[in-house]
């Protein structure tokens, strides 16, 4: 009898250790997942910044008469049309943040910023550190989703 209730003890409180584990460890994948989308949104507003930049500085070379020189930049493409396409970009990797943000949405979310923030690597990549900061923060959110289970439908006869 006493062996009996020993094992009882046991199987109870390993279960309530598994509960414990799994609460434990949903806490920390939603920290993962909004760890993911803090640095997805720092990365597309250093990526709207660079395109901003560029196209301010492209207006500034041709308001102080610099025309080509200042103009110009990577292999002739025009700063303005560089800068245009960042912003653009960032844009994009802002709103997959907000798909991250808006649970529900968390892999669609994370699969638009790794791939809109592997894509500004060609325009600067918002000072490179949003092109790292975004793959990670998407990569993050990706790896650490647990979907919410769905209640079964229960069956009437």
């Given amino acids: 009898m006493q062996q009996d209730e020993t ?5 109870i409180s390993k279960t309530y250790a598994c509960l414990l584990m799994e609460l434990v460890q949903a806490q ?7 760890t993911g989308f803090i640095l997805s949104t ?3 507003v ?5 395109g901003a930049l560029h196209i301010v500085r492209a ?11 200042r103009r110009h930049s990577l292999m002739g493409i025009d700063l303005k049309l560089l800068g245009t ?6 844009v994009m990797v802002l709103i997959g943040a907000y798909l991250i943000h808006t649970q529900g949405r968390v892999k669609e979310g994370a699969i638009t910023i790794i791939a809109f923030s592997a894509l500004t690597i060609v325009v600067g990549g ?6 790292v900061l ?4 998407g990569a993050l959110a990706y790896s650490h989703y647990q979907p919410k289970e769905k209640p079964e439908s229960q069956q009437t006869a």
């Fill in 7 to 11: 094992e009882k003890g046991t199987v």
């Fill in 28 to 34: 920390l994948d939603q920290k993962m997942v909004k």
């Fill in 42 to 44: 720092v990365s597309g």
């Fill in 46 to 50: 250093l990526i709207i910044l660079q």
């Fill in 59 to 69: 207006q500034w070379g041709l308001e102080l008469g610099l025309g080509e020189l």
């Fill in 85 to 90: 396409a960042s912003v653009i970009l960032g």
């Fill in 126 to 131: 918002g000072y490179l550190i949003g092109v």
């Fill in 134 to 137: 975004g793959v990670v923060g």
